[in-house]
Each structure stands twice: as structure tokens, then as C-alpha cells.
């Protein structure tokens, strides 16, 4: 079984779960997820954006991902250091083919 082998409402519910996980884990700071693991909540938005076929905007798939205004959002992160930085960087190029 892969990953598309899923039923729709399977995988809806296992990604409505990861969102609402990540929307209590506000410590997790986007930076530290692209650079452990190459997404994070903005690539989540992108993607919702996409896959919404212009029902949404980035505004609006934002607000769904992290459940308040994306400003209100980044007021809230303090600003990504030199290591997080280099880090990111580093995991980015390994999500090109």
C-alpha cells in the first residue's frame, strides 16, 4: 500500500490531524521544521492554495493552516538565527530532485 492508496477521507483526517497538531505546537518554529524535515506550515498553505483549485487564496489557506492571520502569526516567532538559517538551506537542497 502507498501513500495514494488511501481513501480520501482517511487522508483528510490524518492531515486535519497534523494541522490541528501543529497549530497547538506553536513552539515548533517554521524554520526548525524546513530545516529537519524541508516543509512547513507555509508549504502546507501552498499546497491547500493549490489543491483548492482557486477556491482559496493564500490568505485564506493560511488562516486554515494556522489557525489565525498569518501576521498575527509571525508578530508571534522570534527571528530565525545564523544555524536555523544554514540549516534550512541545507534541507531545502535535498527536496530537489
Same mark, same amino acid.
Given at each position: 500500500?502507498?501513500?495514494?492508496?488511501?481513501?480520501?477521507?482517511?487522508?483528510?483526517?490524518?492531515? +486535519? +490531524?497534523?494541522?490541528?497538531?501543529?497549530?497547538?505546537?506553536?513552539?515548533?518554529q517554521n524554520i526548525d521544521l524546513m530545516g529537519l524535515a524541508g516543509?512547513?506550515?507555509?508549504?502546507?498553505?501552498?499546497?491547500?492554495?493549490?489543491? $483548492?483549485?482557486?477556491a482559496l487564496d493564500r490568505d485564506a489557506a493560511r488562516l486554515a493552516?494556522?489557525?489565525?492571520?498569518?501576521?498575527?502569526?509571525? +508578530?508571534?516567532?522570534?527571528?530565525?538565527?545564523?544555524?536555523?538559517?544554514?540549516?534550512?538551506?541545507? $534541507?531545502?537542497?535535498?527536496?530537489?530532485?
Amino acid at each position: 500500500m502507498t501513500i495514494d492508496d488511501l481513501d480520501d477521507k482517511t487522508a483528510a483526517t490524518a492531515f +486535519r +490531524r497534523l494541522v490541528h497538531h501543529l497549530q497547538h505546537r506553536q513552539d515548533a518554529q517554521n524554520i526548525d521544521l524546513m530545516g529537519l524535515a524541508g516543509f512547513c506550515r507555509n508549504c502546507l498553505s501552498e499546497w491547500v492554495e493549490d489543491g $483548492s483549485d482557486g477556491a482559496l487564496d493564500r490568505d485564506a489557506a493560511r488562516l486554515a493552516i494556522y489557525g489565525m492571520p498569518y501576521d498575527e502569526w509571525k +508578530r508571534q516567532q522570534p527571528p530565525a538565527t545564523p544555524e536555523q538559517l544554514a540549516k534550512m538551506e541545507a $534541507s531545502l537542497k535535498l527536496n530537489r530532485p
